[in-house]
């Protein structure tokens, strides 16, 4: 049985989680994006070299391997807070079903 006060606690967590979800979020994006300078400014160091030769060299350095560790915390951050949020949200629906179908069992 879902309570209301578990339900207000639901809320309480979204509403004390937004900021921290959409920094996570933000954090994601731009280390998204910024992979694709990242690995141009690596590239930066082989001209000599065909390109697809600096894009191996890109993709093999530790600064791009450090990114993409950064990257899969950043996810793994987002996503958890993601579905955290959801879970809070599914809690609010069911309450909100469970008391739907008790006001019509009383009619």
């Known amino acids: 049985m879902i309570t209301e006060d578990d339900v207000q606690k639901a809320v309480d967590f979204l509403r004390d989680n937004a900021p921290n979800a959409a920094k996570r979020k933000a954090e994601r994006i731009y280390l998204e994006e910024y992979r694709k300078s990242l690995k141009a400014i690596i590239m930066t160091n082989?001209?000599?070299l065909p390109v697809s030769a600096q894009?191996?060299?890109a993709y093999q350095s530790d600064v791009y391997v450090n990114h993409l560790r950064a990257m899969k915390t950043a996810v793994y951050e987002d996503e958890?807070?993601?579905f955290l949020m959801k879970a809070a949200e599914a809690k609010?629906?069911?309450?909100r079903s469970m008391n739907?179908?008790?006001r019509a069992i009383k009619l």
């Open 55 to 57: 894009e191996r060299q």
């Open 92 to 95: 609010i629906e069911a309450w």
């Open 80 to 82: 958890k807070q993601r």
């Open 100 to 102: 739907a179908n008790m």
């Open 46 to 48: 082989w001209t000599d």
